[in-house]
């Protein structure tokens, strides 16, 4: 049983959840801050079981529709589709039962939620296709993410304001300003993600120009690329500012971007190399690391205002 459960959480990249969830879940604490970023545990527990539906549809769709890519690529060839290891027909009962359980979460949640379900499914899925008709495949990847963050919002919130409130509750003084504040956050996935799925796509630059497939690498080149790809994470380490202010965040808030920054910068160093080592490294790992100092950070601003005022 263990070895099927760890089959298919490789089929689906189940440890690549660990890029928008902290995400989802900072937007999550700060949407319940006046309750010291605790919405209780149904709240979150169908927070999560929607995030994990949702990706595992988004990356089941993917395995099934780039099936004919992965087996001509040299990288993807021995993916669990491409060698039969799991079934199209398990991997579409796959696809379509998480595609439920994220309706059914959603309905759980609120009537905001439900309603905006069928939204998130498709652009989630979506992604997958661009390639085949559009340099900015990036973006829609990075859309996809970003609604993350917007949907644990909602999940909390229950509705869509962007009237400013005064959010004063265990010494929280800054303007809470409605949705504006997931909507930052949300572009800076946007952009961070751009960043680091132009990183990745540099793998299969020569692979995707001689099978017609579509992205930014392709239509600018590797330097060129990585030089957008560089100004998308400045970008987006300004929104993760703006973000920051809107909040009132001070002390562990700071220090949390300082850090995020040095990461950032040493990500595209090494992805320079274009080494399949180095890319994993810059992809992966350095992402991880820098999604979990902000969940990290932006809790302890939340949950623990005294430690805020005390240090700064």
Not at 42 to 48: Q, T
Not at 117 to 133: D, E, G, H, I, Q
Not at 138 to 144: E, F, P, R, S
Not at 187 to 208: C, K, P, R, S
Request: aromatic share 14%.
């Amino acid at each position: 049983m263990f070895g099927t459960l760890s089959k298919w959480a490789s089929f689906v990249k189940v440890s690549h959840t660990i890029f928008a969830l902290p995400f989802a879940l900072a937007s999550m604490v700060v949407a319940a801050r006046e309750t010291r970023g605790w919405p209780g545990w149904r709240v979150f527990g169908l927070i999560l079981l929607a995030m994990v539906c949702a990706r595992t549809c988004a990356m089941a769709f993917n395995r099934i529709v780039d099936r004919r890519f992965d087996a001509a690529n040299p990288r993807t060839a021995k993916r669990h589709l491409v060698t039969g290891e799991i079934s199209l027909t398990s991997a579409i009962a796959l696809c379509l039962l998480s595609g439920a359980g994220l309706i059914v979460a959603a309905g759980l949640l609120n009537p905001l939620c439900l309603w905006l379900s069928p939204v998130a499914l498709f652009f989630v899925c979506f992604y997958s296709l661009t390639k085949r008709f559009t340099d900015f495949t990036h973006v829609w990847l990075g859309i996809a993410l970003a609604i993350a963050p917007i949907g644990a919002w909602l999940a909390v919130e229950g509705r869509v304001s962007f009237l400013p409130a005064v959010a004063g509750s265990g010494g929280l003084e800054a303007l809470k300003f409605g949705t504006t504040v997931p909507l930052v956050l949300a572009l800076a996935v946007v952009l961070w993600l751009v960043g680091f799925d132009i990183i990745y796509a540099t793998q299969d630059y020569e692979f995707d120009r001689s099978f017609g497939l579509h992205s930014l690498v392709v239509r600018w080149g590797l330097k060129n690329s990585l030089g957008v790809a560089f100004l998308a994470h400045i970008f987006m380490w300004g929104l993760l500012v703006v973000f920051g202010v809107l909040n009132g965040f001070r002390f562990a808030y700071w220090i949390g971007l300082v850090l995020i920054l040095g990461l950032l910068v040493f990500e595209h160093i090494i992805a320079r190399k274009r080494s399949l080592s180095w890319i994993n490294l810059a992809f992966f790992k350095l992402n991880a690391v820098i999604s979990m100092i902000f969940v990290s950070v932006t809790t302890v601003e939340v949950v623990f205002p005294w430690f805020r005022m005390h240090w700064y």
